[in-house]
Each structure stands twice: as structure tokens, then as C-alpha cells.
């Protein structure tokens, strides 16, 4: 078992500790907002923050992973909340969304310890592949962001998803839509 603390919560993982943490947390855990791109550390969509620092899933093992606090896409806010989240839909920084988990992580990193980045700081700790080219909304967004962690400017709340749980978890076979008769 390798025990680590997942979105706030104390998971142990029964799998091989050399299981790269995004399998783990993709297949194992279910959180499948953690996207897998190249498995090899060039794209970024598998970044989580571990220990308050962006890293790519992909090349952490759980053995490395074991006794951490890791924050996954689904973790950041229950509701879409986030700074980062605001900013990156109210400046319209995302198309396919592939890569958007990911560079929300990264970017949430940076804002939390830099509320204020400049260009070429947001450039170098947000080095995430987007095959969109949203990289200049992404700047403006990263910024954005760091102004509403600041309390400098309000970014009203993001839509809500539109699709009920049901029908994602038709979407995603893996994910099981919670029963309403179980409650929580
Ligand atoms: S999947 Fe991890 S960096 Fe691409
Ligand atoms: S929004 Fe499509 S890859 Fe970035």
C-alpha cells in the first residue's frame, strides 16, 4: 500500500509503487480530469500540484508520491471558483480543453506563490502544450487571475457545466454517477 493524501482526503493505493501517479490517479482513483498527453514530461496535461508545486504526473511514481499532499483539476474548487478557473473562461482561454486541466494546475501554482506575474514568469512556470495556441489568452487570463487573487478585480462565476452527472458518467464509463437514493 502507498498512502498519500489526495484533494484533502487520505487515499492507499494497492498498486505497484513504480505506477506512474497518473495512472494511479486516473485509473485507481477515478479522477480522470488529470489528462494523459505523452507520458514522457513534454506536454504538461498530467500536471497536479504536489506539495504546493506544479509537476507532471507522468513521471512521478506513487513510491515518490507516497506521503504527499497531491491536488488534482478536481480539487482546486467544487464549483469552478478558483481564480484560475474564472480567468481562464472569462478570457475565453480554452477551445478543445485537452490541456486545460493542466494548465490550470500550473498556473494555480503560480499564482499562489506569485500573485502578480509577468509575462515571461507566467512563460516559464507554465510551459504546457496547447495544440489550440491558446498561449496569448493564456498570459492574459494567468494575469487576470492574479488580479482577482489579489481582490483587485471579481470575475462572476462560470457557467455551470450543463451536463448532469449521468450523462457524463455515460461519457466516461469508468466514472459511476452517484446514486441519489445512497445520498452522500
Ligand atoms: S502526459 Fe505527462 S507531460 Fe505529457
Ligand atoms: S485548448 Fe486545445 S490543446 Fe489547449
Known amino acids: 500500500m502507498t498512502a498519500l493524501t489526495v484533494n484533502d482526503r487520505p487515499v492507499e493505493f494497492a498498486m505497484d509503487p513504480e505506477t506512474p501517479l497518473l495512472w494511479a490517479l486516473r485509473d485507481a482513483a477515478n479522477l480522470t480530469g488529470t489528462k494523459y498527453g505523452c507520458g514522457v514530461g513534454d506536454c504538461g496535461a498530467c500536471?497536479?500540484?504536489?506539495?504546493?508545486?506544479?509537476l507532471r504526473s507522468c513521471?512521478?511514481?506513487?513510491?515518490?508520491a507516497e506521503g504527499?499532499?497531491?491536488?488534482?483539476?478536481?480539487?482546486?474548487?467544487?464549483?469552478?471558483?478558483?481564480?484560475?478557473?474564472?480567468?481562464?473562461?472569462a478570457e475565453q482561454a480554452i477551445q478543445c480543453g485537452f490541456c486545460t486541466p493542466g494548465i490550470a494546475m500550473a498556473a494555480a501554482a503560480l499564482i499562489?506563490?506569485?500573485?502578480?506575474p509577468s509575462d515571461s514568469e507566467?512563460?516559464?512556470?507554465?510551459?504546457n502544450l496547447c495544440r489550440c495556441g491558446v498561449y496569448p489568452r493564456l498570459v492574459r487570463a494567468v494575469q487576470r487571475a492574479g488580479r482577482v487573487a489579489r481582490r483587485l478585480?471579481?470575475?462572476?462565476?462560470?457557467p455551470a457545466p450543463g451536463i448532469s452527472a449521468e450523462d457524463?458518467?455515460?461519457?466516461?464509463?469508468?466514472?459511476?454517477?452517484?446514486?441519489?437514493?445512497?445520498g452522500d
Open 47 to 54: 500536471m497536479v500540484i504536489v506539495d504546493g508545486e506544479a
Open 59 to 64: 513521471l512521478i511514481t506513487l513510491a515518490e
Open 68 to 89: 504527499r499532499f497531491v491536488t488534482t483539476i478536481e480539487g482546486l474548487s467544487r464549483d469552478r471558483s478558483h481564480p484560475v478557473q474564472q480567468a481562464l473562461v
Open 112 to 116: 499562489a506563490r506569485n500573485p502578480d
Open 122 to 127: 507566467i512563460k516559464a512556470a507554465i510551459p
Open 153 to 158: 478585480e471579481r470575475i462572476s462565476a462560470a
Open 168 to 182: 457524463a458518467a455515460r461519457e466516461v464509463p469508468a466514472m459511476a454517477a452517484p446514486d441519489p437514493a445512497e
